[in-house]
């Protein structure tokens, strides 16, 4: 590889990063704005050039989201490829938990833009619901079909239906203005 070439590479990482970090920002403003002091990373993915993972980092450890309010934890990781200065979501886990530990998880929000296993096509976005069906089966095996949605929708969810407390009485707007948009800004 040539010199220029290094410089062209270091160049095209650094503005990948930018866009990755402004995607994080945008979701971070929301964040801090409505639920939580907890800030979201952003950190490259080794051997995956362009693609990086938007979560929260504490001592070099994954780690959820704390939330107003309650003691439940959100897990957020979010893979993205940045494309033409635009955020590609390769995939999302949100996992609303008890607490901090993984195996808590109450409900969790899915999605993968291609199919992990060709064998079983269940729906790229998804939901799972941590319990037990009438059968005596676990329901978290489940891909219950949802639509690809923004952390802001999740949010949403989180106040209305599991007692997270809003930072404030305009919440609701803020989560709408920061989720317009949402196809063009990460697509």
Known sequence: MSPGSCASARTGTKLSRRVA???ADHL???????VTDSRLSVEPIVGYPGGFELTRV???????????GTT??????????????????????YRLQEDVSPKSWMIRWEYRRDPPRADYPY????VH????????KPAGHLHVP??????????????????VKPRTDNWEAILEDSAAGFDTKSH
């Open 21 to 23: 970090q402004g995607l």
């Open 28 to 34: 971070n403003g929301a964040l801090n704005r409505t």
């Open 58 to 68: 504490v001592d070099g450890d994954d780690v959820p989201l704390e939330l107003d």
């Open 72 to 93: 439940a934890r959100l897990y957020v990781q979010q893979i993205v490829v940045v494309e033409d200065d635009r955020c590609r979501t390769e995939s999302y886990s």
């Open 123 to 126: 729906a790229r976005g998804h």
């Open 129 to 136: 619901l941590n319990g037990t069906l009438f059968n005596g």
């Open 146 to 163: 949802a639509p690809k949605m923004p952390l802001e929708l999740i949010i949403r969810h989180l106040i209305t239906e599991w007692d």
